[in-house]
Each structure stands twice: as C-alpha cells, then as structure tokens.
C-alpha cells in the first residue's frame, strides 16, 4: 500500500535526490526517498541492538567480579612485558 506524503527538502537535498534519478540510479524521487528511509530504519535498528548488547554486556560486568587497582595494576604490567617480550623491545 501506497501513502502519499508531503516533504520539504533543502535545495541541496533536492538537487541530490534528483541527480541520482536522472542518472538513471532511481526511477524516481520516491524511489530515492523510499531507499533513504530504509537505510535509517535499517541504522535505528541495528544501534537499538548494539546499545542492548552493550547495556547487557555493562550489567554483566557490574555483576561480575571485581578485582583490586593492585591486581589490576600488576595484571597489565604483566601483559606490558609479555608484550615487549614478544616484539624484543628493551625496557
């Protein structure tokens, strides 16, 4: 089903949008606009699953266990020189 809408674009927008049909991209300015929509649909909802996967993944670090700045401080001091040891850089 079809609905018909009224829209205002910038000149910019417009040119654009027409550009893209003349050129043979589109078959018209709705099909232009209609792919548009799409694509923001399409971005709104995978950033709606990312924001949920990363509020999910906060919690279960929240939730999780929780170590000391010492330990923390050692464990990277740890990887810092298992890295160097791997590319053989001095300390």
Request: net charge positive.
């Amino acid at each position: 089903m079809s609905v018909k809408s009224s829209i205002s674009l910038t000149d910019q927008q417009d040119a654009f949008a027409r550009s893209l049909v003349e050129s043979g991209r589109y078959a018209s300015l709705s099909s232009v606009l209609q792919q548009g929509l799409e694509l923001l649909r399409q971005k709104t909802e995978t950033e709606t699953v990312e924001t949920a996967a990363l509020r999910e993944l906060v919690q279960r670090r929240l939730n999780g266990p929780m170590i000391t700045a010492t330990e923390m401080e050692s464990r990277v001091s740890a990887m810092i020189e298992r890295k160097r040891r791997v590319v053989r850089v001095d300390s």
